[in-house]
């Protein structure tokens, strides 16, 4: 059931010695710099879509150290079904993950979205893969910009950011 809180668990997070927000490393975005107050006035509803649980929890804690509310899910099958249900103002979705990967997930939301009329949702694709390849298949699906592994907070602020910039219903 995808709307179990497969991000918040706290066995998880304290076997993992982590403590929200953890920064993950070097600042790689596709996004520029931009400034964002460090926790937004009421919060985007943020669809999380990551087969790695540690890198859920990463991101949950990242997206609420920002005042935003993560709904985590564990494949893009769950993110789909997820989706359906509505209310997410964006989507960040890892790229290989069993099942329907993120950009499997990012083309079959496209469809959707041109088949109801509706605006086009933001979609982040956080890769370890930032090639020219890897660009232009994310382009080619629909993905907003790509967030590289590792990304920290800063870098995930700044995507934010150039998102809320460029997609005024954000």
């Not at 179990?4 to 668990?9: I, T, W």
């Not at 009421?42 to 609420?64: C, F, K, M, S, Y």
């Not at 249900?85 to 979205?113: C, H, I, K, Q, V």
Request: aromatic share 4%.
């Amino acid at each position: 059931d995808w709307s179990s809180d497969v991000c918040s668990s706290d066995l998880l997070r304290e076997s993992a010695g982590l403590t929200p927000p953890v920064p993950t490393g070097a600042t790689l975005s596709s996004a520029p710099a931009a400034a964002v107050p460090p926790r937004a006035a009421t919060g985007w509803h943020v669809l999380v879509a990551d087969d790695d649980p540690v890198n859920r929890l990463v991101i949950e804690g990242q997206l609420l150290e920002l005042g935003h509310h993560p709904t985590c899910v564990d494949d893009g099958e769950a993110a789909w079904e997820a989706w359906q249900g509505g209310g997410f103002t964006l989507l960040l979705t890892d790229g290989l993950m069993p099942r329907l990967d993120g950009y499997g997930l990012a083309e079959r939301l496209r469809a959707e979205e041109r088949r109801r009329g509706l605006s086009p949702m933001p979609i982040f694709l956080v890769t370890g893969d930032g090639s020219e390849v890897a660009r232009q298949r994310a382009h080619d699906v629909g993905i907003t910009a790509l967030l590289l592994k590792p990304f920290d907070l800063p870098a995930l602020r700044s995507a934010l950011a150039a998102v809320q910039a460029t997609h005024p219903q954000v």
